[in-house]
């Protein structure tokens, strides 16, 4: 079983509607990064985030320490938002990728 | 302020040649980190260098490849007598201090094909 897990492996969804990715983990972190890898193969940091929530523009993202799990909201969706989003735990050196979310949003 | 560099972005190299993977990070981080991913795979970590230092190279198969941070100049991951299964994306990051507390910046990456 992998250490860090993503749901779902794809989705597809249409313009607007309200995305949710999630992330689970088995391990002790010290923090949680949300990436975002464009189909040209481009990565790009989100979110890292040790508790709480945190917002910018239209993503938000959200984690439970005590349930080791973190979501990826994506509200009013849009086609440039289709990629692979990836999670990865940090436990001080020690990280950990999920295998990523291939979200693809349809105009 | 220029985003992480690396270069080569395609470098082809036929099996037993070496490959040299370079990135240049942020103006102002020290630390370097190095990812592969191979195809149709997810990330993996290989090594965590601050300058001249190697901090976690877990990551690191245990022969042929190598990493180095030089005080002057970029970071630097050495691939000796490469072989088909090389063939991957190799991703820096760098960072002003550890990825447990410091966001990571990416570079392009370098696509290594092997033939």
């Known amino acids: 079983k992998n250490e860090v897990e993503q749901s779902p492996q794809n989705l597809t969804a249409q313009e607007g509607e309200f995305i949710t990715i999630n992330c689970s983990y088995s391990?002790?972190?010290?923090?949680l990064h949300w990436l975002q890898q464009h189909p040209g193969g481009g990565i790009v940091s989100l979110f890292m985030?040790?508790?709480g929530k945190k917002k910018h523009g239209r993503l938000i993202a959200t984690i439970n320490i005590q349930e080791k799990h973190s979501s990826l909201h994506i509200t009013a969706s849009h086609p440039r938002d289709s990629a692979v989003y990836i999670c990865?735990?940090?436990?001080?050196?020690?990280?950990?990728f999920g295998a990523g979310t291939r979200l693809t949003v349809k105009p | 302020n220029a985003g992480v560099m690396q270069n080569p972005r395609h470098l082809v190299r036929r099996r037993g040649q070496e490959a040299r993977l370079r990135c240049s990070p942020m103006?102002?981080?020290?630390?370097v980190y190095w990812y592969r991913q191979l195809p149709e795979e997810g990330l993996k970590f290989m090594v965590y260098?601050?300058?001249?230092?190697?901090?976690?190279e877990s990551g690191m198969p245990k022969e042929r490849f190598s990493a180095e941070f030089p005080k002057e100049g970029p970071s630097i991951l050495r691939i000796q007598q490469v072989v088909r299964g090389d063939s991957a994306a190799y991703f820096c990051?760098?960072?002003?201090?550890?990825?447990?507390?410091?966001?990571?910046?990416f570079g392009p990456g370098t696509r290594l094909t092997v033939t």
């Open positions: 391990v002790g972190i010290s923090a």
């Open positions: 985030l040790s508790s």
């Open positions: 260098l601050q300058k001249e230092n190697i901090i976690d």
């Open positions: 103006k102002g981080h020290s630390h």
């Open positions: 990051a760098s960072s002003p201090g550890q990825a447990a507390v410091y966001e990571q910046y």
């Open positions: 990865a735990a940090y436990n001080n050196n020690d990280m950990r």
